[in-house]
């Protein structure tokens, strides 16, 4: 570890865009560990970036979303393009790689060249999940490849923050789910841009589809394009093929999608915020040598109020750099 320390940023950058997938995967802890050189290479990558096209792809647990995304690769790398997988579980804080490495079910890709996997669970997340994970899909989209996939588990605020990072939205349905497509959250109907019905070799894939057309229309916004659904057994590759054109469709018209574009400023809003506090915060702490601990200490012990302690310490943080 100590040869990538001293590494400049600059380096470390340079490998990764020339396709060292050892300085990537590092260089994505620092980042999931929100390390200061993370947030370094991130400036610079940020440059490079804006070449790869991101696919969100959600869905409840054995939906079959690993399934269908080694599929997806398999298309991709016909093409003779390049695909890194980012498989995120915020639902299980005991998931470890081994776990999520079974979760992925690529093992068929995983020694390609053209191909780099990676799991992220909620440990180590110190800004969030979500923030984390649009971060990795910068340093990815720097480091060249022309698809990026994200896997996430579950319908919760989380995913549907997760996939706000995509280009693509695939939100992944099975049959047979009864009453569970009623659980759905209205979030997670208007975030997918194409529904895919996995494991349409089952029984009730007709019913699910007047169901999900039902929903698409209670939840349809006037000046956007209504999703479609497709189905796919994900288990053969049935449909997967039709699935890839209506992903390239979506992405030449990504520019036109209002959907996305309100989505990419929700995004970069957000990003731009969490980095000024962040900053801030870290200032603030360093100059006050403020302790978060001792401060909570005070509130609950002393019963302080905790407006009148991030006020005070506001003033003083204010009135030193008055006085630099
Ligand atoms: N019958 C049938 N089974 C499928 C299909 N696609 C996937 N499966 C099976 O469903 C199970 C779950 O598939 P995964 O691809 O791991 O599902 P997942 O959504 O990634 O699961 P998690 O990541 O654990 O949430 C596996 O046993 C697959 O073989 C399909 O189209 N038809
Ligand atoms: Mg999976």
Do not use: W
């Not at 100590?2 to 060292?20: A, H, P, T, V, Y």
């Not at 996305?260 to 957000?270: A, D, V």
């Amino acid at each position: 570890m100590n040869f990538f320390r001293e590494k400049s940023c600059e380096e470390i950058l340079r490998e990764i865009k020339e396709g060292n997938k050892i300085t990537l995967a590092r260089a994505i802890s620092l980042i999931e560990n929100r390390e200061p050189r993370g947030t370094e290479i991130l400036k610079r990558a940020y440059h490079y970036t804006g070449n790869s096209t991101v696919i969100g792809i959600t869905g409840s647990p054995g939906a079959g979303k690993s399934t269908l995304v080694d599929k997806l690769t398999g298309e991709i790398r016909k093409r003779d393009k390049t695909v890194a997988i980012i498989a995120v579980d915020p639902t299980s804080p005991f998931s470890g790689g081994a776990i999520l490495g079974d979760r992925l079910r690529m093992q068929r890709h995983s020694t390609d060249e053209g191909v780099f996997i990676r799991s992220m669970a909620t440990r180590g997340n110190l800004g969030g999940l979500a923030s984390s994970t649009d971060d990795v899909i910068v340093l990815l989209d720097a480091a060249g490849f022309d698809f990026i996939i994200v896997e996430t588990v579950g319908v919760g605020q989380d995913e549907v923050d997760i996939v706000k990072s995509a280009h693509i939205s695939i939100v992944v349905l099975v049959p047979g789910m009864g009453d569970d497509i009623q659980a759905i959250k209205a979030g997670i109907m208007e975030i997918g841009d194409i529904f895919v019905i996995n494991k349409s070799d089952r029984d009730g894939v007709t019913k699910l589809e007047q169901e999900i057309n039902v929903l698409l229309m209670l939840s349809a916004k006037k000046e956007e394009e209504l999703p479609q659904i497709v189905k796919t057994v994900a288990l053969t590759g049935k449909g997967v093929d039709k699935l890839f054109e209506i992903i390239l469709e979506k992405k030449n018209k990504l520019s036109q999608s209002t959907k996305f574009l309100r989505y990419h400023k929700e995004l970069l809003k957000e990003k731009l915020i969490r980095h000024i506090k962040e900053k801030l915060f870290e200032k603030f702490s360093n100059e006050l040598k403020f302790n978060l601990e001792v401060e909570i200490n005070k509130i609950i012990e002393n019963r302080e109020s905790p407006y009148e302690i991030a006020e005070e310490k506001i003033s003083l943080f204010l009135g030193e750099r008055n006085e630099q």
